[in-house]
């Protein structure tokens, strides 16, 4: 398996501009899971999607922020506008078992908002 | 809802000793207990998990223990190499939600 794959690795932009954050999860997993990692709040489970269908939106910080899965290879983050404050990694998981927890981790994306 | 506490977070240890990592969580409805290492620049890696049936894990160097009465589970890693160096985080599941510890900083002294 190539695991979850996920674009930009980086993204540097200015507070105002849309953001994009893309993944492509492991092939046959059910499981679509968004994260953001600061250090002060650590790992926030921003959404999770189970057969392409969002399940829990709650970790959604506000109407800045949508998630989208159009099929079963592929869902975008997106911000917009962005502002520093959503300055974080961004990390894209899958999972087999349909469940919450989230078994795969994609490498993440950096991003800053200037 | 659950609360999952982690403790240290650092922990330096010399090559070849023993390191512990511990989490304690509030909701004994909790049934399934991963821990995860995180590399820098790479995103957390599942490496052992362990469910509420079960009291303890190994897995070569690695094992986890769960102790169900006192709401409390840990992390082994014995003969620890430099390149166990990473962060370490624990994780419940109660029912439909999940929740990560703030995690272990491990470094490994050669």
């Known amino acids: 398996d190539a695991g979850v794959i996920q674009s930009p690795r980086h993204e540097v932009t200015e507070m105002g501009q849309e953001v994009t954050l893309r993944c492509k999860p492991i092939?046959?997993?059910?499981?679509l899971f968004w994260y953001r990692q600061t250090m002060m709040r650590g790992l926030e489970l921003l959404i999770y999607f189970n057969n392409n269908v969002p399940i829990d939106d709650s970790g959604m910080p506000e109407d800045r922020f949508s998630a989208k899965m159009p099929n079963a290879s592929f869902s975008t983050l997106k911000i917009q506008p962005s502002e520093p404050r959503d300055s974080a990694v961004y990390f894209c998981?899958?999972?087999?078992?349909?469940?919450?927890?989230?078994?795969?981790f994609g490498d993440g994306t950096r991003l800053s908002i200037l | 809802g659950e609360n999952v506490e982690q403790h240290p977070s650092t922990l330096s240890v010399q090559e070849g000793d023993s390191a512990v990592i511990k989490c304690t969580y509030s909701?004994?409805?909790?049934?399934?207990f991963p821990w995860y290492k995180q590399e820098l620049g790479k995103g957390p890696q599942l490496i052992i998990d362990i469910r509420s049936n079960v009291g303890e894990k190994k897995d070569q160097r690695i094992a986890v223990t769960l102790n169900k009465t006192a709401k409390h589970f840990s992390l082994h890693i014995t003969e620890t190499q430099p390149e166990d160096s990473a962060v370490y985080f624990c994780a419940a599941r109660t029912g439909n939600q999940f929740y990560f510890g703030t995690g272990t900083s491990l470094t490994v002294i050669p």
């Open positions: 092939s046959g997993h059910n499981s």
């Open positions: 909701d004994s409805a909790s049934n399934y």
């Open positions: 998981a899958s999972s087999r078992t349909g469940g919450v927890q989230p078994q795969h």
